[in-house]
């Protein structure tokens, strides 16, 4: 099993459509979440960090549920320039150890 | 922003050859980078996290011998493929930890390689 699992999409969807992305991690030693974003081709960027009380930015909304071992990323609105994969990334250790999931493929289409 | 470069940004190489990949932390000081493999549609996959004046930590499946590491300054750390085979075409990508700020990691922009 990996240690962090998406759903690889892709997810089309249409312009200004609300999107949710769900993400499961196995390790429970991990202490901290992220969402990055990855255009093709590009390195991964980060797009937020992820609290247990759920944190925005913008359009943008993450949410963990450490009892479940969850973590969720909400769009709002999506723009054409959200198309793009969203990694996953679970940070463990003292020694900043990043696992990435594969990521999930958002497209967002006209 | 903390800015980390890398170069060369693709490389094409023939078999048998040996590509050097620098990767550089541009306005802050990195005691740790951290190098990276991915292939298409897989995630980033950690390969050795890179310590200054120290030797590399490798991950399981990872030949420290085939991939060379050298973080010989605060800012500065490479990464030789050596003897490149067509296996190891990848997107090569580092990322480094700002040593005042141990819980961040900026990434580099990625080297492609392509090995013929």
């Known amino acids: 099993r990996k240690e962090v699992e998406q759903d690889p999409g892709p997810f089309n969807v249409p312009e200004g459509a609300t999107v949710a992305f769900n993400c499961t991690y196995s390790?429970?030693?991990?202490?901290?979440f992220f969402w990055y974003r990855q255009d093709c081709r590009k390195e991964p960027k980060l797009l937020m960090s992820?609290?247990?009380s759920g944190n925005e930015d913008g359009r943008f909304t993450a949410q963990l549920n450490r009892a479940s071992q969850y973590i969720s990323l909400l769009i709002r609105d999506s723009k054409l320039s959200d198309s793009a994969t969203y990694l996953c990334?679970?940070?463990?250790?003292?020694?900043?150890?990043?696992?990435f999931g594969t990521g999930t493929q958002l497209k967002v289409e006209l | 922003g903390a800015v980390v470069s890398q170069h060369p940004s693709w490389v094409i190489c023939k078999s048998g050859t040996s590509v050097k990949i620098e990767c550089r932390s541009l306005?802050?000081?990195?005691?740790?980078m951290f190098w990276y493999r991915q292939f298409p549609k897989q995630s980033l996959m950690l390969m050795a996290t890179s310590n200054e004046g120290s030797k590399a930590t490798y991950e399981q499946g990872v030949e420290k011998d085939k991939f060379l590491i050298n973080h010989a300054s605060l800012t500065l750390s490479t990464l030789t493929v050596t003897s490149a085979h067509p296996e190891d075409s990848s997107f090569y990508i580092c990322?480094?930890?700002?040593?005042?700020?141990?819980?961040?990691?900026?990434f580099g922009p990625g080297t492609r390689l392509l090995v013929l």
């Open positions: 990334v679970s940070h463990t250790g003292g020694g900043n150890k990043l696992t």
């Open positions: 390790n429970s030693a991990s202490q901290s």
């Open positions: 992820v609290y247990s």
């Open positions: 306005d802050f000081q990195a005691t740790t």
């Open positions: 990322s480094a930890r700002d040593r005042d700020l141990p819980g961040t990691q900026y």
